[in-house]
């Protein structure tokens, strides 16, 4: 029981998502039933969203409980989510401070300190790859010296100092780049990888609706 | 021009200098403000939750209108995941994580092979638009035999289920010249992306939070 | 230790600082070098260009707050010419973390600069959770998946999604992602529902999006920060992403620096040690 229970369900699910590929999502009883499982996909994979919230604040509860150390900074972690979390579910009718919309504290917090910590965070990648470049990128090999001259060229061909200097050998140099590297070269192995990863996805697909395939349910 | 106030202006690149600060080490402030941003991202989740999904999904079509009351069982089904918390019940998440991968997968054998394969495989046994309109035929055939080439020794690379000798061997071979192109081309971009996120960082120090001492 | 073995041990806080330097340069001394456009960003250009005017067109905001130095330009730098075609926008975002409240920030901006009203000339969605369900549920009906606005507010007392209920009502989508949504977008909305669409993506996704403009998938690209700037150039509205050109050439200099002289130091030191003789 469960296990046949959630391996029906996604042999329904999927085998009416997939039919109903073939008809008229409007018109069509299946196509409206189609319709109705995903609105109630969204739902149910919404609500999995705050299972993360859970996670974090209990883990960090814990901490501070069994006064682990850095207790201190799991303090701040709780406090910061309820800081954030509690003004956005009272009602915007009791003030503007409330809900999610501008105005609120929830937008403050997140447009004054969320969005510039995180692009922050991402923007230290900068530092650690050029670190990496200069550590580890070696022509060690045929492949390396290959994967190192095409970075280096199109490197230059992506900035208009780049562009200008590849210019004073052929005018049409960057071009090249482009057309040869970038759609030629590139978008063969690109097309290769898509191509293939779709027919592993598909498959994939495949044995999950017909029961082959139940690692999503985990162990037990 | 900044939509934001000296204060705000202040504390956003005290935020910023706070993360940057690990570049030179580990240090308290920077443990400090990433406890901050955990949390409000944690916190962040469950306004979006709350709002677009409880009250938009489930709650307010069932106050305006009493036939949508059957929108309870997708809202329950999404509860039951929380069950994964606990050893004993987390079997019962089994059903709507069944019905999510089940309808996803629904989704992914069509788009998968008629979105993707059926389109990448046509255009690449057809003479390719060479970028910038182009109509000199050596292009079109030089680009085009570099695609239909590349796309086949790529997918030779990648397949195992032979032993690489003689042509496929030759063929892998190729193919392994074509990926290391490619991801140096990728490498390339990629640098240019994390360096494009360190500009827009200096950028904001320098024009908006410097810029507003000036005016 | 040989100075080569000195240059390959050097403290990478070093490197840090060569870096910080060559993107704070710019900034203080601009060199404003001219932005050459490619062939991927007029084809964004073109397409939005011959929308009829009025045309509905879906935005999406599919990345988050990371990449905003990447995106945002890109997002803004379409508003203007869709806003400055009269196009009635809606936005949307497949992102939970920052793209609704980026969607909202970005193009309230905007629309106020051209006097748009909310409601009718633009309306941000939101976001719902599974993008894979919510790209194919569209197809059926946007009302059964956003029963509301970002807002909250019903979508039948807005009047532009009085007219706008599913992808027959949209004549183009304007993708702007920074993960894998780009892609389902292609093979799920242009593939099935035939959507014409352009994507600015971030350059760490760019490459891969070549596969789509040969095919003939996307109208056009724009890949990471120089797209955005060829593209402002384009629409005439130079913003951040050209003026991070100048930074952008510095740095990519100084990483080419490094490697030539990353690789130079491993060649000269195993020449000096005897290897590969």
């Given at each position: 029981m469960r296990k046949t229970v959630p391996v029906v369900t996604a042999f329904v699910t999927g085998v009416i998502v997939t039919i109903s590929f073939f008809f008229n999502e409007h018109t069509t009883l299946i196509g409206k039933v189609q319709g109705g499982i995903l609105q109630w996909v969204t739902i149910i994979f919404g609500l999995a969203l705050a299972l993360g919230m859970v996670s974090i604040t209990r883990v960090n509860f814990n901490k501070i409980k069994r006064k682990q150390e850095g207790w201190f900074y799991s303090v701040l972690v709780i406090v910061s989510v309820f800081v954030m979390a509690i003004p956005s579910a009272?009602?915007?009718?009791?003030?503007?401070?409330?809900?999610?919309?501008?105005?609120?504290l929830y937008y403050w917090l997140w447009t004054r300190i969320s969005e510039p910590m995180m692009a922050t965070m991402f923007a230290m990648l900068a530092f650690y790859i050029a670190s990496a470049a200069y550590r580890a990128f070696r022509a060690r090999s045929t492949e390396s010296t290959l994967l190192l001259l095409t970075a280096v060229i199109v490197m230059l061909s992506r900035i208009p100092m780049g562009e200008w200097f590849l210019r004073l050998f052929n005018e049409s140099l960057p071009d090249w780049v482009n057309i040869y590297i970038m759609n030629g070269f590139n978008l063969s192995v690109q097309r290769g990888i898509i191509v293939g990863a779709a027919l592993g996805a598909a498959s994939m697909s495949l044995r999950i609706i017909l029961g082959i395939e139940r690692t999503y349910m985990g162990k037990g | 021009m900044t939509p934001f106030s000296p204060i705000e202006l202040w504390l956003m690149a005290f935020v910023t200098l706070a993360i940057f600060s690990f570049l030179y080490k580990d240090n308290p402030v920077y443990r400090l403000v990433e406890s901050i941003f955990a949390g409000l991202s944690a916190g962040y989740y469950f306004g979006l939750v709350w709002d677009?999904?409880?009250?938009?999904?489930?709650v307010d079509p069932i106050k305006t209108?009493?036939?949508?009351?059957?929108?309870i069982i997708p809202a329950l089904l999404g509860i039951l995941l929380f069950s994964r918390l606990t050893q004993k019940w987390s079997y019962l998440s089994r059903v709507p994580l069944a019905f999510v991968i089940g309808s996803t997968s629904g989704i992914f054998i069509t788009s998968r092979l008629q979105g993707l394969v059926l389109p990448q495989i046509r255009t690449t046994f057809m003479p390719q638009n060479v970028p910038g309109g182009s109509t000199d035929p050596w292009m079109i055939v030089v680009l085009s035999t570099i695609v239909v080439v590349g796309v086949i020794a790529t997918l030779v690379y990648f397949y195992f289920s032979h032993e690489h000798k003689g042509v496929i061997g030759w063929t892998a071979r190729l193919g392994i010249w074509f990926i290391m192109i490619s991801f140096g081309a990728h490498f390339g971009y990629t640098v240019m992306g994390r360096v494009s996120l360190l500009i827009g960082r200096v950028q904001f120090l320098v024009e908006d939070w410097i810029g507003s001492f000036t005016g | 230790m040989n100075v080569w073995e000195r240059l390959a041990a050097i403290d990478r806080r070093w490197i840090y600082l060569a870096c910080g330097i060559a993107v704070l340069m710019p900034f203080i001394i601009p060199v404003s070098l001219p932005v050459y456009t490619t062939p991927e960003v007029q084809g964004v250009y073109d397409a939005v260009k011959n929308l009829p005017d009025s045309s509905v067109v879906m935005l999406t905001y599919d990345y988050y707050p990371s990449t905003l130095a990447e995106t945002e330009p890109m997002s803004r730098a379409a508003l203007h010419h869709l806003f400055s075609k009269d196009c009635k926008i809606v936005t949307i975002s497949?992102?939970?973390?920052g793209g609704p409240t980026i969607a909202e920030r970005v193009t309230r901006e905007l629309a106020a600069q051209y006097g748009k009203e909310y409601g009718t000339d633009y309306v941000n969605l939101g976001y719902k959770a599974n993008y894979v369900a919510v790209m194919k549920g569209l197809g059926s009906s946007i009302r059964s998946i956003f029963p509301a606005d970002n807002s909250g507010t019903p979508l039948g007392q807005l009047p532009l999604m009085q007219e706008v209920d599913s992808y027959e009502d949209i004549d183009f989508i304007f993708i702007v992602a920074d993960n894998a949504t780009a892609d389902y977008w292609v093979s799920i909305v242009n593939a099935q529902y035939g959507v014409p669409m352009c994507c600015g993506a971030t350059a760490v996704m760019a490459p891969k999006m070549y596969a789509f403009m040969g095919s003939g998938q996307l109208k056009g690209l724009l890949g990471g920060m120089k797209g955005a700037a060829e593209y402002e150039q384009l629409i005439g509205h130079k913003d951040r992403a050209v003026r991070g050109m100048d930074a952008q050439s510095l740095i990519h200099l100084l990483i080419i620096g490094l490697v030539v002289l990353g690789n130079l130091g491993y060649f000269m030191g195993r020449r000096e040690k005897g290897i590969g003789r």
């Amino acid at each position: 029981m469960r296990k046949t229970v959630p391996v029906v369900t996604a042999f329904v699910t999927g085998v009416i998502v997939t039919i109903s590929f073939f008809f008229n999502e409007h018109t069509t009883l299946i196509g409206k039933v189609q319709g109705g499982i995903l609105q109630w996909v969204t739902i149910i994979f919404g609500l999995a969203l705050a299972l993360g919230m859970v996670s974090i604040t209990r883990v960090n509860f814990n901490k501070i409980k069994r006064k682990q150390e850095g207790w201190f900074y799991s303090v701040l972690v709780i406090v910061s989510v309820f800081v954030m979390a509690i003004p956005s579910a009272l009602p915007v009718s009791w003030s503007p401070m409330f809900g999610r919309n501008e105005g609120s504290l929830y937008y403050w917090l997140w447009t004054r300190i969320s969005e510039p910590m995180m692009a922050t965070m991402f923007a230290m990648l900068a530092f650690y790859i050029a670190s990496a470049a200069y550590r580890a990128f070696r022509a060690r090999s045929t492949e390396s010296t290959l994967l190192l001259l095409t970075a280096v060229i199109v490197m230059l061909s992506r900035i208009p100092m780049g562009e200008w200097f590849l210019r004073l050998f052929n005018e049409s140099l960057p071009d090249w780049v482009n057309i040869y590297i970038m759609n030629g070269f590139n978008l063969s192995v690109q097309r290769g990888i898509i191509v293939g990863a779709a027919l592993g996805a598909a498959s994939m697909s495949l044995r999950i609706i017909l029961g082959i395939e139940r690692t999503y349910m985990g162990k037990g | 021009m900044t939509p934001f106030s000296p204060i705000e202006l202040w504390l956003m690149a005290f935020v910023t200098l706070a993360i940057f600060s690990f570049l030179y080490k580990d240090n308290p402030v920077y443990r400090l403000v990433e406890s901050i941003f955990a949390g409000l991202s944690a916190g962040y989740y469950f306004g979006l939750v709350w709002d677009t999904v409880l009250m938009q999904q489930v709650v307010d079509p069932i106050k305006t209108d009493s036939s949508n009351l059957y929108l309870i069982i997708p809202a329950l089904l999404g509860i039951l995941l929380f069950s994964r918390l606990t050893q004993k019940w987390s079997y019962l998440s089994r059903v709507p994580l069944a019905f999510v991968i089940g309808s996803t997968s629904g989704i992914f054998i069509t788009s998968r092979l008629q979105g993707l394969v059926l389109p990448q495989i046509r255009t690449t046994f057809m003479p390719q638009n060479v970028p910038g309109g182009s109509t000199d035929p050596w292009m079109i055939v030089v680009l085009s035999t570099i695609v239909v080439v590349g796309v086949i020794a790529t997918l030779v690379y990648f397949y195992f289920s032979h032993e690489h000798k003689g042509v496929i061997g030759w063929t892998a071979r190729l193919g392994i010249w074509f990926i290391m192109i490619s991801f140096g081309a990728h490498f390339g971009y990629t640098v240019m992306g994390r360096v494009s996120l360190l500009i827009g960082r200096v950028q904001f120090l320098v024009e908006d939070w410097i810029g507003s001492f000036t005016g | 230790m040989n100075v080569w073995e000195r240059l390959a041990a050097i403290d990478r806080r070093w490197i840090y600082l060569a870096c910080g330097i060559a993107v704070l340069m710019p900034f203080i001394i601009p060199v404003s070098l001219p932005v050459y456009t490619t062939p991927e960003v007029q084809g964004v250009y073109d397409a939005v260009k011959n929308l009829p005017d009025s045309s509905v067109v879906m935005l999406t905001y599919d990345y988050y707050p990371s990449t905003l130095a990447e995106t945002e330009p890109m997002s803004r730098a379409a508003l203007h010419h869709l806003f400055s075609k009269d196009c009635k926008i809606v936005t949307i975002s497949n992102i939970p973390l920052g793209g609704p409240t980026i969607a909202e920030r970005v193009t309230r901006e905007l629309a106020a600069q051209y006097g748009k009203e909310y409601g009718t000339d633009y309306v941000n969605l939101g976001y719902k959770a599974n993008y894979v369900a919510v790209m194919k549920g569209l197809g059926s009906s946007i009302r059964s998946i956003f029963p509301a606005d970002n807002s909250g507010t019903p979508l039948g007392q807005l009047p532009l999604m009085q007219e706008v209920d599913s992808y027959e009502d949209i004549d183009f989508i304007f993708i702007v992602a920074d993960n894998a949504t780009a892609d389902y977008w292609v093979s799920i909305v242009n593939a099935q529902y035939g959507v014409p669409m352009c994507c600015g993506a971030t350059a760490v996704m760019a490459p891969k999006m070549y596969a789509f403009m040969g095919s003939g998938q996307l109208k056009g690209l724009l890949g990471g920060m120089k797209g955005a700037a060829e593209y402002e150039q384009l629409i005439g509205h130079k913003d951040r992403a050209v003026r991070g050109m100048d930074a952008q050439s510095l740095i990519h200099l100084l990483i080419i620096g490094l490697v030539v002289l990353g690789n130079l130091g491993y060649f000269m030191g195993r020449r000096e040690k005897g290897i590969g003789r």
